[in-house]
């Protein structure tokens, strides 16, 4: 297995090997649902990550055959207005990171590939110094997730430098959150595991 960075020409299999994901939403509300990761895989530039703030990782067979995904982006509510202030959402873009996509393809699954995947995501946003990763999941993988380190609540909590404490609930799912920096921690705030100190430099 050999694994890469996407490029937009890999535009197709990555939204086939996204769409392998349960979102959860209408069949027919899925294209829409994956737009913007080809709209995504356009950008790029000579930062740290595949494309400007996105992360977009292939895994292949031997063959070269695209078997997995990754996507990783800003998180969906970090452009929603009224989740946290402007210049503190616009800091988090480049401190925490959302895992939008884990997919292998099914006769691919159960050989470390995601895995593989998601370890290496990881290694390429800590070197690039992000706080957290975090994802949101089905409740059935919740052991996964744990086992590679991740904590998994019914809600994602994240404590702001203004005092504030952004709680989001996803009907359906779970979250899960893994801190890459050693001036970020999980800690228990108003009975709820949190993120803390994603901001801190």
Request: net charge positive; proline share 7%.
């Amino acid at each position: 297995m050999r694994i890469r960075t996407a490029t937009p020409a890999d535009g197709d299999t990555v939204i086939e090997l996204a769409s392998l994901v349960d979102l959860q939403v209408p069949s027919e509300a899925v294209p829409s649902a994956l737009a913007p990761m080809r709209f995504a895989l356009t950008a790029t530039d000579d930062g740290p990550l595949s494309h400007r703030e996105n992360h977009f990782l292939i895994a292949e067979d031997r063959d070269g055959f695209p078997v997995g995904t990754i996507v990783c982006g800003p998180p969906n509510w970090i452009t929603k207005p009224g989740r946290a202030p402007g210049l503190v959402r616009r800091r988090l873009v480049h401190r925490l990171s959302t895992v939008h996509a884990l997919a292998v393809r099914p006769e691919h699954r159960r050989r470390g590939i995601a895995r593989a995947l998601l370890q290496q995501a990881e290694a390429t946003f800590r070197e690039a110094e992000y706080a957290a990763l975090t994802l949101r999941h089905e409740r059935e993988l919740t052991g996964f997730y744990q086992r590679l380190g991740y904590t998994s609540s019914n809600r994602l909590s994240l404590a702001l430098p203004t005092g504030e404490l952004l709680t989001l609930v996803d009907r359906g799912w779970k979250h899960a959150f893994k801190v890459l920096s050693p001036s970020a921690s999980i800690s228990t705030v108003q009975g709820l595991p949190t993120i803390t100190g994603a901001l801190s430099d």
